[in-house]
């Protein structure tokens, strides 16, 4: 079965006009491969699905070779997220077409499926496939699709200088594609190259000015930087995009509280604290906020309930048993104050906690002596 795409095209576009509903209908491959593309163009993924599976049952041996069939069934099958019988479909097709486009369609379409599904060696088929596609490009807008497949590839790969030099070439060939631009920041910043990531992410909420992960990636990049309005501006408009998205709203939190803003810190603190109860991390980020305040009973709190969660041994749970021993020192509880210093040097042994160890030591035996 061997028909021309502009013969395909106009079947298509005539296939309402013939399509009577009824069972002989359901048996005859050529009505049913028509409503099958029909579907694909509508956006009917299961519509597709259903007619291309029953035309290659009802089709016989011709239909069964016929790749573009194969190969519009699994584009339909990847995009209703059935991806290992996408990927089935998709290398049967690679073995029954013949032209120059359809074989870019077909490895370009099975890269982004091995993309998509994300197993243990999927990124490098991906790129297999990518660079396949490559080999049967023949105009600039496909190697721009291409270029952007294989910087994805490289991006979920992790392997950042790839992801950068691809995406890069994307970007060139697809300036107004948002996606490209957060990749390519995302890139940048894991490679090391924070101007070049600002760069990117400003650029991608140019495009989308609702982009939720460029906001948030360049607020996380001011607050490393201490820039904490910056950060306070990205991070509350990433706050508003993702209300439930504690890890923004921890950072948001750390923002306010490095810009002394300490009730709003504390506002959106104790949020990730209610929403992440376990998190010991945001528990003493709070203690700090609380500290900070001048509120040093819930700072003890806060610091307490850090200490339940946070790993043994770690350089945060050293932090937390040094600042709740400082703040058990202002309160007066000085036996208190100098088990936390001395749990704190066990794990970070330095001169601010050794200070701290000595001077409690002399309260405590000033306190004894009455003097």
Same mark, same amino acid.
């Given at each position: ?9 106009? *079947? ?10 009824? =069972?002989? @209908? ?7 491969? /028509? ?10 993924? /299961? ?9 290659? $049952? ?21 995009? #209703? ?16 077409? =013949? ?25 490098? /088929? ?8 490559? &080999? ?5 807008? @496909? ?13 979920? $790969? ?6 950068? #030099? ?24 894991? !490679? ?27 607020? #996380? ?15 509350? #408009? ?6 439930? &998205? ?35 991390? =945001? ?14 009973? /819930? ?11 946070? !790993? ?26 100098? *088990? ?30 009455? *003097?």
């Amino acid at each position: 079965m061997k028909i021309s795409r502009l013969q395909m095209i106009s *079947a298509v576009a005539l296939a309402a006009a013939f399509l009577v509903p009824g =069972a002989a @209908q359901a048996q005859d491959p050529d009505a049913l491969w /028509r409503a099958g593309a029909q579907a694909a163009q509508q956006g009917d993924m /299961r519509g597709c699905v259903d007619n291309l599976r029953a035309a290659l $049952k009802a089709g016989g041996e011709a239909y069964e070779r016929w790749g573009w069939l194969h190969l519009t069934l699994g584009k339909c099958l990847g995009a #209703r997220g059935q991806r290992d019988e996408a990927v089935s479909e998709l290398q049967t097709a690679k073995d029954l077409v =013949a032209e120059d486009q359809e074989h870019w369609d077909v490895n370009n379409t099975l890269a982004q499926v091995y993309i998509a599904r994300g197993n243990s060696g999927d990124y490098d /088929r991906a790129i297999a496939a990518a660079n396949e596609a490559g &080999n049967y490009s023949g105009n600039a807008q @496909q190697r721009g699709v291409q270029a952007k497949t294989l910087g994805q590839a490289y991006y979920f $790969k992790q392997d950042w200088s790839n992801a950068v #030099r691809h995406l890069g070439d994307a970007a060139a060939a697809r300036p107004t594609d948002a996606d490209v631009a957060q990749k390519l920041g995302r890139a940048h910043f894991e !490679s090391g190259n924070i101007a070049q990531a600002k760069q990117w992410f400003e650029k991608t909420l140019s495009l989308d000015r609702n982009n939720g992960t460029a906001m948030s990636n360049l607020g #996380r990049l001011y607050l490393d930087e201490r820039e904490y309005a910056q950060a306070i501006n990205y991070l509350g #408009r990433a706050v508003q995009a993702d209300p439930q &998205n504690m890890q923004i709203r921890n950072m948001l939190g750390r923002a306010y509280l490095g810009s002394s803003d300490y009730g709003n810190a504390i506002s959106q603190l104790s949020q990730v604290v209610q929403a992440r109860s376990s998190d010991g991390n =945001a528990h003493y980020n709070l203690g700090q906020a609380y500290q900070a305040a001048g509120d040093d009973a /819930r700072a003890i709190d806060s610091y307490t309930a850090a200490l339940q969660y946070l !790993s043994a041994g770690s350089p945060a749970r050293a932090g937390a048993l040094y600042d709740i021993g400082f703040v058990y020192e202002k309160v007066g509880r000085y036996e208190d104050a100098l *088990a936390a210093f001395e749990d704190s040097a066990a794990m970070r042994a330095d001169s601010k906690t050794t200070d701290a160890i000595e001077r409690v030591k002399e309260r405590i035996r000033r306190q004894k002596s009455g *003097a």
